[in-house]
């Protein structure tokens, strides 16, 4: 392999900023906006400067080595994509207000690919025909568009995105386990090689489809996930899933439409009255399911409902919000509902073994208009069962019973076990063996390539600045010439001399920045070792400093390039 020239930061197209930028609201995006790595294009829109765009080619690298290893084959499908394939698989009505969509010049629809099972399908259905040819996992490392509702978190939530997706195609349910299997383990390997903290979280398979599905999320403060972790036996388990974890609710014990009283004002108290349960409770989170598949999940803070999701299924449903105001000075209390308008059917239940709260369901019967204290059974009618499961700190754990703890984290990866929902809708057989065709069965499976480098800053960030793990960084040493062109020559010779070894070097030569700044823009950018040439550079002494742990030691260049290398 080449050495990577030395990169200076004097031609460095890149520039350290003093000060937050005034929209960050999370430890990455400050810092990865104030070290020079990203800049923000629009909402949600990111450039990738030269660091960054090296830490995203390092998480890629090892992203590619780990599928590689389970015998997938990398492809590049286009991001531009056409409607026919989403209609046959309901996804260009399901997928809401998040899908991008857009006409060519002659009218056609098409849409920017926010995921690809569709396309991949249809990929396989075109290259495969024999049992022979099965099975197979492809996967590609591209571009994503999510008109996402609020793309808050820096690259956390990018409207346009770099994902890795991956797709298994096999004959039979055994072969869909062991790939799901494969990539599990892959999965371990790559976020345990970025240095990543995460949980394996049971999940539900939500706009997917399908039946298993897992999480890979990393806690941290700024994740816009809540997961349930026990602290004493394995179980983790996105709230999102709890429904699965615990026992499923049944329509026994639904009050009846009639017994449902008509609140005249919207309080907690005729709310819980008329579901059951006490009105005294906090709620944590919500979790609403029709038909088996959660829609819609809110907790209180700055979280709430996913209404595209909730969209999706009413379409062409009207959903609001519900502002704190309803709740008349009870934030803490639920503010999540779901607001089918005219034709949806919906039957509400709260479970009181598991929530011990209440939920608001309002219902929208005009197009834009937000209804209030509509009554199931009286306003609409009830065919289909929307459960409310609220879970708590201190809810038993499903599997041990010690109390749960929640905590926040962000999704960096989710694998499903889909089944045949995309085979069967555009008809995807291969010749079995016994002559007769045979429906496929298939898995998807994704890592957030870019919220990945985010979530590493997240996590692995002190108070001085980014600290990326080895394997990740920008470079393996950040040389910083701490003085006059004494201090710049022997900077340069030693970067040179260490390049010339196959280490990765930036290299601080700037003239006219004082050795004060270029110390914490070292810090900042988080280069796991710093040698500084500066004092002492008459002597050949420099200083070698681990940025994570802050020691520093003094020694010969020689040594210093020995220890490097
Ligand atoms: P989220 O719950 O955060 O919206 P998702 O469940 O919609 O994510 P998936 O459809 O499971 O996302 O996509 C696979 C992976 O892509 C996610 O696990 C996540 O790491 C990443 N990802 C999803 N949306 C974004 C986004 N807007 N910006 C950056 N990465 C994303
Ligand atoms: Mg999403
Ligand atoms: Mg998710
Ligand atoms: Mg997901």
Redesign the pocket.
């Known amino acids: 392999m080449a050495n990577a020239p030395v990169q200076r930061m004097s031609q460095l197209m890149a520039k350290t900023l003093r000060d937050d930028p005034a929209d960050a609201e999370v430890l990455s995006h400050k810092l990865l906006v104030r070290a020079g790595y990203v800049r923000r294009t629009a909402a949600g829109m990111w450039s990738w400067l030269p660091l960054g765009k090296k830490v995203l080619a390092n998480v890629e690298r090892i992203v590619r080595e780990e599928m590689d290893a389970i015998g997938a084959q990398e492809v590049l499908l286009p991001a531009l994509l056409p409607r026919e394939p989403y209609d046959a698989t309901g996804r260009w009505d399901e997928y809401g207000q998040e899908l991008f969509r857009l006409k060519d010049r002659k009218g056609g629809d098409y849409l920017l690919g926010p995921?690809h099972e569709e396309i991949f399908t249809l990929l396989v259905k075109d290259q495969c025909t024999s049992y022979k040819d099965l099975p197979v996992i492809l996967y590609q490392i591209q571009t994503k568009f999510?008109d996402?509702a609020r793309p808050r978190a820096g690259i956390?939530?990018?409207?346009e995105?770099q994902?890795k997706d991956s797709y298994s195609f096999d004959l039979a349910d055994e072969g869909l386990a062991h790939s799901y299997a494969l990539h599990r383990e892959a999965y371990q390997k790559i976020f345990t090689r970025l240095g990543l903290d995460y949980r394996i979280c049971a999940a539900t398979a939500?706009a997917m489809g399908g039946s298993e599905s897992e999480?890979f999320l990393a806690p941290a403060a700024a994740g816009?996930?809540t997961f349930a972790d026990c602290p004493n036996c394995d179980f983790a388990a996105n709230t999102e899933a709890m429904t699965y974890a615990l026992k499923p609710v049944d329509a026994e014990g639904v009050p009846a439409p009639e017994d449902i009283p008509t609140p005249d004002t919207p309080t907690i108290e005729t709310l819980a009255a008329s579901l059951g349960v006490p009105a005294s409770a906090t709620l944590k989170n919500l979790l609403v399911k029709v038909d088996g598949e959660i829609v819609a999940v809110g907790v209180p803070g700055d979280r709430e409902v996913d209404l595209d999701k909730v969209e999706a299924h009413f379409a062409p449903a009207v959903v609001e919000m519900v502002t704190e105001a309803d709740f008349a000075g009870r934030p803490d209390l639920v503010r999540g509902y779901v607001g089918p308008q005219g034709l949806p059917k919906v039957k509400y239940v709260a479970d009181p073994r598991v929530a011990p709260g209440t939920a608001w369901i309002t219902g929208a019967n005009k197009a834009d208009t937000h209804a209030r204290n509509v009554v199931a059974g009286r306003d609409f009618e009830v065919d289909a069962y929307l459960d409310v499961v609220v879970v708590q700190d201190g809810d038993p754990c499903p599997k041990c019973g010690t109390g749960i703890e929640l905590d926040r984290a962000i999704?960096?990866?989710?694998i499903f076990q889909l089944g045949r929902k995309y085979t069967d809708a555009l008809k995807l057989d291969v010749l079995g063996q016994n002559g007769k065709p045979v429906r496929v069965t298939m898995g998807s499976y994704?890592?957030?390539v870019?919220?990945a480098v985010a979530a590493l800053a997240e996590q692995t960030a002190d108070d001085k600045g980014l600290c990326w793990p080895k394997e990740i960084a920008p470079a393996d040493v950040h040389v910083v010439a701490a003085g006059k062109a004494r201090q710049t020559e022997l900077a340069l010779d030693i970067s040179d001399k260490l390049a010339a070894a196959g280490v990765r070097v930036l290299v601080d030569d700037r003239a006219g920045v004082s050795p004060g700044v270029k110390f914490t823009d070292s810090e900042l950018i988080g280069v796991p070792t710093i040698l500084v040439a500066g004092r002492r550079a008459a002597e050949g002494v420099v200083e070698l400093k681990d940025r994570r742990t802050g020691e520093r030691e003094e020694l010969p260049v020689d040594e210093a390039i020995a220890r490097l290398t």
Do not use: A, K, Y
């Not at 999704?411 to 989710?414: L, N, V, Y």
């Open positions: 995921t999510r996402e956390l939530r990018g409207r995105f994902m939500g999480e816009e996930d999704e960096i990866g989710h994704g890592v957030g870019s919220r």
